[in-house]
């Protein structure tokens, strides 16, 4: 998900675009990896979570070996629609499948934990990419990435083959959808997280070009600190089960709203390199503060269908991304950098101001949802 964020200002160069036309292969991705969130929610419920997921994992060898190969940019987009399409089926599934296994007054913490391996991802993703194009070129990223899509979906589907399928009685297809669209605190839910995913994509993907246009750094470090943004969420992930009894799903909101406002703005503005790991640290506490509140909460949007409610869920954030990156792209390209991160650092102080007067805490009871 992470891996072009620094490879883009070499995509502008390689293929002799400007950064914001590169930019379409992150935000091409957000697309399609929202719109397919509409298939694989019901198809999950429908034949087991664990089993979409694995053959999801090996679909993404195929996109990413297209983009290892893509001779010019129109094919590694392309190559970019295909993975993304690919990945939707994985994390929002594995979400879904943590509300079917856990009461949800350990779900924060367990949700906090699967939001770990995600944020170590995404480190590896930015800091690794940079690092290898900068030695070697941006081809062998996805080579690699290949390579672990293929060992890791071969293992998933060794163990999901050895699982009976389960088959729910009610509520398959797009049904499902339609009956979590009726209900007016899943559409609350969806339409702030699309908000969310709007205003705080934008400054992820361009962190690395506003640190290599204002600092003059290298990929490999530009890459580096922005990593630092999933090092904050790695430090949220052990926080998480801290925080939560002492400040309550309100306060946590509060607190990622506050972080990221801090944290987006002083990094923009920052007048010396050394500052910027540590607001980039900031920003990622922030956001997963933030954003695992109202993932948690979208797991009781309606239990009895976990898989399409999640689907439904990382639709709305990744089609607010994909917004959030293109204005993002278009404000680089004829505004000024700098504004993307105040602009939205603002923006998501005042969204976590109205979450955390909205939210309402959940009493279900230990067996909910299993």
């Not at 979208?298 to 409610?309: D, E, I, L, N």
Request: proline share 5%.
């Amino acid at each position: 998900m992470r891996a072009c964020d620094t490879l883009l200002p070499l995509l502008s160069d390689e293929f002799s675009v400007t950064v914001g036309h590169a930019a379409r292969v992150i935000f091409v991705f957000a697309i399609a990896y929202g719109v397919c969130q509409l298939c694989f929610g019901p198809l999950g419920d429908r034949y087991g979570k664990l089993r979409i997921i694995a053959l999801c994992t090996l679909a993404c060898v195929i996109g990413n070996s297209i983009a290892m190969m893509a001779p010019d940019l129109d094919w590694l987009v392309t190559a970019r629609i295909v993975s993304g399409a690919a990945a939707a089926g994985i994390f929002p599934l594995a979400m879904a499948w943590i509300g079917d296994n856990v009461p949800y007054t350990a779900r924060q913490v367990s949700l906090a934990r699967l939001v770990s391996a995600g944020v170590t991802g995404m480190l590896v993703g930015q800091w690794i990419s940079g690092m290898i194009a900068q030695w070697i070129g941006w081809r062998p990223v996805f080579a690699l990435l290949a390579a672990a899509f293929l060992v890791s979906g071969t293992l998933l589907l060794r163990t999901a083959l050895s699982q009976p399928p389960q088959l729910p009685a009610t509520h398959r297809g797009i049904r499902a959808l339609l009956d979590i669209l009726t209900l007016p605190r899943a559409r609350w839910i969806l339409t702030v997280t699309a908000i969310e995913g709007a205003l705080s994509a934008g400054p992820l993907a361009f962190i690395p070009s506003l640190l290599q246009a204002h600092h003059e750094v290298s990929l490999a470090t530009a890459g580096g600190i922005a990593a630092f943004y999933a090092v904050g969420g790695f430090i949220y992930t052990r926080m998480a089960a801290h925080l939560l009894p002492r400040i309550g799903e309100p306060g946590l909101a509060l607190l990622g709203g506050l972080s990221l406002c801090v944290g987006l703005v002083s990094f923009a503005y920052a007048p010396m390199l050394i500052w910027t790991p540590a607001a980039c640290t900031l920003a990622g506490f922030g956001f997963y503060c933030l954003h695992n509140t109202l993932q948690t909460n979208a797991t009781q949007m309606a239990p009895a269908m976990r898989g399409a409610s999640m689907s439904l869920f990382a639709c709305s954030l990744f089609l607010g991304q994909s917004v959030g990156i293109m204005a993002a792209a278009w404000t680089a390209d004829h505004l000024s950098d700098t504004l993307i991160f105040a602009s939205a650092g603002g923006g998501l102080l005042l969204l976590a101001l109205v979450i955390a007067r909205h939210i309402r805490p959940h009493t279900a009871p230990a067996a909910a949802g299993s």
